[in-house]
Nanobody, 116 residues
């Protein structure tokens, strides 16, 4: 059965760092385009970062460019999001997404709170 399990969220002070990880199973990970989304209270879910199947190309939301880095390991079926210089506006639930043509898989989300 398909599973995307996020980990690494938590409470961090402004300016701090966190590394999110997503462990995938139940599908051919290397065939899927992987992304991280986030949803803050009262707001719509938004794309944060995405990475192509082989990891050769990445895309970032303007709000996180230069601060966040997405990466994947197709040998371990994992995708990660390194988040540096965190700001209070980065507070949200972060979701891992796997996409292949019309197929979309989602994780359960991990909470990131940036606060002093």
């Amino acid at each position: 059965q398909v599973q995307l399990v996020e980990s690494g969220g938590g409470l961090v002070q402004p300016g701090g760092s966190l590394r999110l990880s997503c462990a995938a199973s139940g599908f051919t990970f290397s065939s899927y385009f992987m992304s991280w989304y986030r949803q803050a209270p009262g707001k719509e879910r938004e794309l944060v970062a995405a990475i192509t199947r082989a990891g050769g190309s990445t895309h970032y939301a303007d709000s996180v460019k230069g601060r966040f880095t997405i990466s994947r390991d197709n040998t371990k079926n994992t995708v990660s999001l390194q988040m540096n210089s965190l700001k209070p506006e980065d507070t949200a639930i972060y979701y891992c997404n796997a996409k292949f043509i019309s197929i979309d898989y989602w994780g359960q989300g991990t909470q990131v709170t940036v606060s002093s």
